[in-house]
């Protein structure tokens, strides 16, 4: 168990929950990469990778890297484009050096499948992006993603290591959630008549891309609405990806830290905001936070975890402290 946060142990911390944060990002937005090229169009018929840029909010950092905006950029710009912080290949590189700092404290079973995973990422070129085996890609990227979810699951020690890992994972897929129904909700909407076949396909995309097709049509097997799909991602407890269950877990996390190790004053803060999140959340169906503005809730909720994430930083590892890497620079 770790004894207490002080600073090389606030250094632990924040590299946990920035493994985990970096691991499911990549997952998602090889998911996202995936889904855009089978199923997300545009009025025109083209697929819609502009898509993407907006969820990742990455609009300024593209434009001024590719002004033509090919196919290829796209691809490029989110797979192997290590001048962007947000592509595949740079997270990669965070992942590792994240894992490097907090190899006292992960399985020997983790740090290998992380070392062989990143290893490849990071060899990947712009020449190995082939339209006809970007979803080979995505597959493999996503399996080894799940791969290493699963080796943690079963061989990290439950101490506070752990918890904050799994505070970074249901931060990020609470963060993730959010930005994928604001950008997509209002991407699809104005397009096709309601209920229409193109309709339905594109907003399945949604669900696709959240990896909650399948759930979603166990509880929905018949009726597509965007209301439906809106409500399942933001409130249902029992989809792995769904806003309402990683904040409870979230709030979970926080607890364990505050009655198990002592840390109750850090975390009162961000439980009462979470708690007031929860709340809001539970209060309104999907039918009236769409009415009364699904754009103006989500980035609501964003700019709440964004200060959640500010209070934890705040909490347990102040800036002197800090010594993960956030933002990657991959090392040659």
Request: net charge negative.
């Amino acid at each position: 168990m770790l004894p207490g946060l002080n600073t090389l142990l606030s250094r632990y911390a924040e590299s946990m929950m920035w493994l985990a944060r970096y691991m499911e990002r990549i997952e998602n937005l090889a998911r996202l990469i995936e889904v855009t090229e089978a199923f997300v169009r545009g009025p025109d018929g083209r697929t819609s990778w502009d898509t993407i840029v907006q969820i990742n909010s990455d609009e300024e950092r593209f434009s001024a890297l590719y002004p033509a905006a090919t196919e290829q950029d796209y691809l490029q710009f989110y797979i192997t484009d290590v001048a962007n912080s947000s592509s595949i290949k740079a997270m990669a590189n965070s992942v590792r050096e994240n894992a490097r700092s907090v190899r006292p404290l992960i399985s020997t079973e983790m740090w290998m499948q992380l070392n062989v995973f990143t290893r490849w990422v990071l060899d990947l070129q712009a020449s190995d992006i082939r339209r006809t085996g970007l979803s080979a890609l995505c597959n493999r990227i996503k399996q080894d993603c799940q791969t290493h979810m699963g080796v943690t699951e079963g061989t990290l020690y439950r101490d506070q290591a752990w918890l904050f890992y799994l505070l970074g994972r249901h931060m990020e897929r609470s963060d993730q959630i959010t930005r994928l129904i604001d950008t997509r909700y209002h991407t699809l909407l104005p397009q096709e008549e309601v209920g229409s076949e193109i309709d339905t396909t594109q907003w399945a995309s949604v669900l696709r891309s959240a990896a909650a097709y399948h759930a979603f049509r166990r509880l929905q097997p018949v009726t597509t609405t965007p209301a439906n799909v809106v409500g399942f991602l933001l409130k249902n407890e029992g989809f792995p990806r769904s806003l309402a269950l990683n904040l409870r877990q979230t709030d979970s996390v926080l607890g364990a830290l505050s009655t198990h190790y002592n840390l109750r004053k850090q975390c009162y803060a961000v439980q009462e905001r979470l708690a007031d999140l929860r709340a809001s959340l539970e209060d309104q169906t999907a039918e009236e936070i769409i009415i009364r503005g699904l754009h103006e809730y989500m980035h609501w909720i964003q700019g709440q975890i964004e200060t959640i994430q500010t209070e934890l930083v705040t909490a347990y590892w102040p800036p002197a402290a800090t010594q993960h890497v956030s933002d990657a620079s991959v090392a040659q």
